[in-house]
């Protein structure tokens, strides 16, 4: 990106600097903000790759897939890179195509992608099974090599997850749990919910301890503001149905 905005004069490359790293320290945590700084700098420099790149990710961030995809493809043109092309298949989920997605998953630009890329590609290919009902097909897709080997690595947690979430949705309520536990092992980093989905399968609440108007209810105190109840012999199974990955939410 620095190789990049040395093109630009000083002042202009400094403007888009800041912008693109607000962009960056916002996207997890406030991504309406980052998509506005993201604008700011698309406005000033949307002949910058690294500045469409940034600003499809904003857009993919707040659930604006057709932005997205615009702005992801107009990166490749740029750079040539095959880097975008798992974000861009989960664009066409958002979009509701997910058979395009399928068919993208089937080009030969994912023989091109690194490992990481490879395996992501692999977990929109799931989701777009399970877009189209074939859940089954789905299971058989993030299975491999990635997801028995006991190596972590930087995607391991979210393919396991992925799996487990699969399984669950089949009634395979065991090997799910066990899959999300294998999860949790690998997400050090806190990447998904594993340990709230384990526990709900487990029976476990989480009850706030404060009332709706935000005040203690008067009930005994607690030093915690939450308090844990074990509801394992009711049989409710509050486990929800659809975790995926790549991307998942409003589809524009």
Not at 16 to 23: E, S
Not at 25 to 30: S, V
Not at 168 to 183: D, H, N, S, V, Y
């Given at each position: 990106m620095r190789q990049e905005l040395q093109s630009l004069p000083?002042?202009?490359?400094?403007?888009?600097?800041?912008?693109?790293?607000?962009?960056?320290?916002?996207?997890?945590?406030?991504p309406e903000e980052a998509y506005a700084y993201s604008r700011i700098a698309l406005r000033l420099a949307s002949r910058v790759a690294a500045v469409r790149e940034a600003a499809g990710f904003a857009a993919y961030a707040t659930q604006r897939y057709t932005e997205?995809?615009?702005?992801?493809?107009?990166?490749?043109?740029?750079?040539?890179?095959?880097?975008?092309?798992?974000?861009?298949?989960?664009?066409?989920?958002?979009?509701?195509?997910?058979?395009?997605?399928?068919?993208m998953a089937g080009e030969p630009e994912v023989q091109k992608l690194d490992k990481a890329g490879q395996v992501e590609m692999r977990m929109v290919a799931a989701g777009a099974r399970r877009d189209m009902g074939q859940i089954d097909?789905?299971?058989?897709?993030?299975?491999?090599?990635?997801?028995?080997?006991?190596?972590?690595?930087?995607?391991?947690?979210?393919?396991?997850?992925?799996?487990?979430?699969?399984?669950?949705?089949?009634?395979?309520?065991?090997?799910?749990?066990?899959?999300?536990?294998?999860?949790?092992e690998a997400d050090k980093d806190g990447l998904t919910d594993a340990s709230d989905r384990l526990a709900q399968l487990d029976g476990v609440d989480f009850v706030d301890a404060l009332d709706e108007d935000g005040e203690e209810s008067g009930q005994a105190p607690v030093e915690a503001q939450t308090v844990v109840t074990d509801d394992s012999d009711s049989g409710s199974d509050a486990a929800e149905a659809d975790g995926d990955s790549a991307a998942e939410g409003e589809k524009d």
């Open positions: 000083k002042t202009l490359a400094e403007d888009v600097a800041k912008n693109l790293v607000m962009v960056a320290n916002l996207i997890d945590d406030d997205a995809l615009a702005e992801f493809r107009a990166a490749r043109r740029m750079t040539g890179s095959v880097e975008l092309w798992p974000v861009m298949a989960d664009c066409e989920r958002g979009l509701g195509r997910p058979e395009r997605a399928m068919a097909a789905a299971i058989v897709t993030l299975q491999g090599p990635e997801l028995a080997s006991n190596s972590v690595q930087p995607w391991t947690a979210r393919l396991r997850y992925a799996y487990a979430d699969a399984l669950l949705t089949t009634g395979r309520e065991a090997e799910a749990r066990e899959w999300f536990a294998k999860a949790i």
